[in-house]
């Protein structure tokens, strides 16, 4: 069975940081592009970040560039989400996806998604 399964999510000030992290099994997830998206209550999923599957690239939605550092392990097949100086619009339930298409930041592109984790950023 493939499954991501995320974890790192929680409460936190305004400020703070957390890591969120997204562990893979049941395949190697070779060649595969990794992204995080989040969905706050009552508004769409939204595409947060992405890296690629080799050189590093990454790209950033406008509103967590320069906060958030997205970063993987292809060994481990686990990708991660550095988050500082959240914010309380940060708020959301955070989901990592995997595909295989070069256009990572569309959400209908992504084959394979995580059940997600709550991330609270207090006022």
């Known amino acids: 069975q493939v499954q991501l399964v995320e974890s790192g999510g929680g409460l936190v000030q305004a400020g703070g940081s957390l890591r969120l992290s997204c562990a893979a099994s049941?395949?190697?997830?070779?060649?595969?592009?990794k992204g995080w998206f989040r969905q706050a209550p009552g508004k769409e999923r939204e595409f947060v970040a992405a890296i690629r599957w080799s050189g590093g690239i990454t790209y950033y939605a406008e509103s967590v560039k320069g906060r958030f550092t997205i970063s993987r392990d292809n060994a481990k097949n686990t990708v991660d989400l550095q988050m500082n100086s959240l914010k309380p619009e940060d708020t959301a339930v955070y989901y990592c996806?995997?595909?295989?298409?070069?256009?990572?930041?569309?959400?209908?592109?992504?084959?394979?998604w995580g059940q997600g984790t709550q991330v609270t950023v207090a006022s």
């Open positions: 996806a995997a595909t295989l298409d070069g256009r990572v930041g569309a959400l209908g592109v992504y084959d394979y």
């Open positions: 049941g395949r190697t997830f070779s060649g595969y592009h």
